[in-house]
């Protein structure tokens, strides 16, 4: 099976919109899980010059309110069992 589009969730079950760059910006993406291979996959869209943002070891997800999350507070498997 080809790799599947994913939508992830935040903890407090909004929509991922993006992912924080050192810049200031948040950056669309879009990410994919591959069964299969047991792969997951982030492309970003239009990133520009910056580079993500680390924050502590972990990059930043930003949900559709604007509440910024640690990557390590986003469950990749949940949001597929929900999607």
């Known amino acids: 099976m080809a790799?599947?589009?994913i939508?992830?969730?935040a903890p407090n079950d909004l929509p991922i919109v993006g992912i924080r760059m050192e810049?200031?910006?948040v950056c669309e993406f879009v990410y994919s899980y591959d069964n299969l291979n047991l792969v997951f996959d982030?492309?970003?869209?239009?990133?520009?010059?910056a580079n993500i943002l680390n924050r502590d070891g972990c990059n930043v997800f930003v949900d559709s309110a604007g509440n910024e999350?640690?990557?390590?507070?986003i469950d990749e498997y949940d949001s597929i069992l929900r999607s």
């Not at 982030?42 to 010059?49: I, Q």
């Open 69 to 73: 999350w640690p990557a390590s507070d």
């Open 23 to 25: 810049d200031g910006t």
């Open 42 to 49: 982030m492309v970003l869209k239009n990133k520009g010059s």
């Open 3 to 5: 790799a599947k589009i």
């Open 7 to 9: 939508k992830l969730l």
